[in-house]
Nanobody, 124 residues
Framework: QERLVESGGGSVQSGGSLRLACKFS????????LGWFRQAPDNGREGREMVAYADNGGRPGYADSVQGRFTISRDNAKTTLSLTMDNLKPEDTAMYYC???????????????WGQGTQVTVSS
């Protein structure tokens, strides 16, 4: 069974950078994507929004709100998924979740497994 463990969250000032990592284990079907979702403080689980995803070949997809600022990278050999976040803004503040699911992984219904989440806080 898939297992996802995130690390790397924290607090940063607006304009700063953070890097999140997700260590994944278990069998990941080649048709599945790995990616990141985030849940803002006032939103419930169904309000989680896709941030970025990568397919088995590492091809990425991004939400419009993070395009050009965030970079996702998938390394199947090291079983690691990373998210480099540059030029962070206060509206990026959220709990970030690593996820695995059907490609393209655009919404909560596409996800089959969640990590436990890691908090990112951006102050102005």
């Amino acid at each position: 069974q898939e297992r996802l463990v995130e690390s790397g969250g924290g607090s940063v000032q607006s304009g700063g950078s953070l890097r999140l990592a997700c260590k994944f284990s278990g069998y990941i079907h080649p048709n599945y994507c790995l990616g990141w979702f985030r849940q803002a403080p006032d939103n419930g689980r169904e309000g989680r929004e896709m941030v970025a995803y990568a397919d088995n070949g590492g091809r990425p997809g991004y939400a419009d709100s993070v395009q050009g600022r965030f970079t996702i990278s998938r390394d199947n050999a090291k079983t690691t998924l990373s998210l480099t976040m540059d030029n962070l803004k206060p509206e990026d503040t959220a709990m970030y979740y690593c996820a695995v699911g059907l490609c393209p992984m655009l919404g909560v219904p596409d996800v089959v497994k969640w990590g436990q989440g890691t908090q990112v806080t951006v102050s102005s």
